[in-house]
C-alpha cells in the first residue's frame, strides 16, 4: 500500500539491499561522488568527502568559459599533485605572426579603400564603366594567376 509508511518503508529497504547489497552498514552516511561521476538531476551530494579536493564543473552551454577554465585548473593540479611540471606554452612567435598578419590586411584594406575612392571621386559616377573596370580587373588578375 503506498500510502501506508510501514511498507514504504519496507520498500525502500528492500530496494536497498537490491541496490547496494546485504550489508547496510553505511546508512545514514550519505552518497557522495568520490569516485566522480555525471549528476544531470538537481541534489543535495556531498562534495570533497573526507576533506579531499574536488573540483566541480559545469557541462551547461551557457557556461562553457567557466567549465574550461576550471578544466584547466584541473589538469595543474592533478599535474602538481603527480610531481608533473605543467607544460606551458610560449605564442610569442605566432602572436607576433598574428600581428603582421593584422597589419598586412589592414594595409590591403586600405588600398582598397583608396582604389575605390579615386575611382568614384573621378567626375561622374559611371557604374557601368566602374563594373567594367572591376571585371577587367578581376580577369587580369585570373590571367596572372595562372
Known amino acids: 500500500d503506498i500510502f501506508n509508511g510501514y511498507d514504504n518503508l ?15 552498514s553505511f546508512i545514514g552516511e550519505g552518497h557522495g561522488y ?29 557556461k562553457s568559459a567557466r567549465g574550461f577554465e576550471l578544466l584547466g585548473k584541473t589538469a595543474v593540479a592533478m599535474a602538481a599533485r603527480d610531481g608533473q611540471q605543467a607544460t606551458t606554452v610560449d605564442n610569442a612567435e605566432t602572436n607576433k605572426k598574428l ?12 588600398i582598397n579603400q583608396d582604389q575605390l575612392n579615386s575611382m568614384l571621386s573621378g567626375g561622374s559616377r559611371d557604374n557601368h564603366a566602374l563594373y567594367q573596370q572591376m571585371a577587367q580587373d578581376t580577369a587580369m588578375r585570373k590571367y596572372q594567376s595562372i
Open 34 to 62: 568520490a569516485n566522480g561521476g555525471l549528476v544531470s538531476n538537481h541534489q543535495i551530494a556531498q562534495i570533497a568527502e573526507g576533506n579531499k579536493p574536488e573540483m566541480i564543473i559545469p557541462l551547461d552551454s551557457m
Open 99 to 110: 600581428d603582421t598578419l593584422i597589419a598586412l590586411m589592414a594595409q590591403m584594406v586600405g
Open 10 to 24: 519496507l520498500s525502500a529497504i528492500s530496494y536497498i539491499k537490491a541496490r547496494y547489497g546485504e550489508g547496510m
